[in-house]
């Protein structure tokens, strides 16, 4: 069983920038692929990035590239998702989800969730 538990929500102004954090529980860390998905009001519930084990390989939605990046610290147990220039379509709750396995598969396969992390950008 692996616990999740999200941090570094906010309010933000358009253009700024927020790091959440994904801390984790369990000794094997590394062997699990963790992503971030996020929901904003009244959608459902999507894919923003991945990354693997090792955090050598990461993916994106098209529309964060280039603003948003994913990262790991084994030895934290801990996920992050630094996000920058941000935008008010980037309002949402923010979740971060751990499997075994690959890193790039649908969010039905994640296999444990963390509770979510509000943030918001105003414009």
């Known amino acids: 069983q692996v616990q999740l538990v999200e941090s570094g929500g906010g309010l933000v102004q358009a253009g700024g920038s927020l790091r959440l954090s994904c801390a984790t529980s369990?000794?094997?860390?590394?062997?699990?692929?963790m992503g971030w998905f996020r929901q904003a009001p009244g959608k459902e519930r999507v894919f923003v990035a991945s990354?693997?084990?090792?955090?050598?390989?990461?993916y994106y939605t098209e529309s964060v590239k280039g603003r948003f990046t994913i990262s790991r610290d084994n030895a934290k147990n801990t996920a992050y998702l630094q996000m920058n220039s941000l935008k008010p379509e980037d309002t949402a709750v923010y979740y971060c989800?751990?499997?075994?396995?690959?890193?790039?598969?649908?969010?039905?396969?994640?296999?444990?969730w963390g509770q979510g992390t509000q943030v918001t950008v105003s414009s």
């Open positions: 989800a751990a499997r075994s396995g690959s890193y790039m598969v649908v969010q039905s396969r994640w296999d444990y």
């Open positions: 990354i693997n084990g090792n955090g050598d390989r990461t």
């Open positions: 369990g000794r094997t860390f590394s062997s699990y692929a």
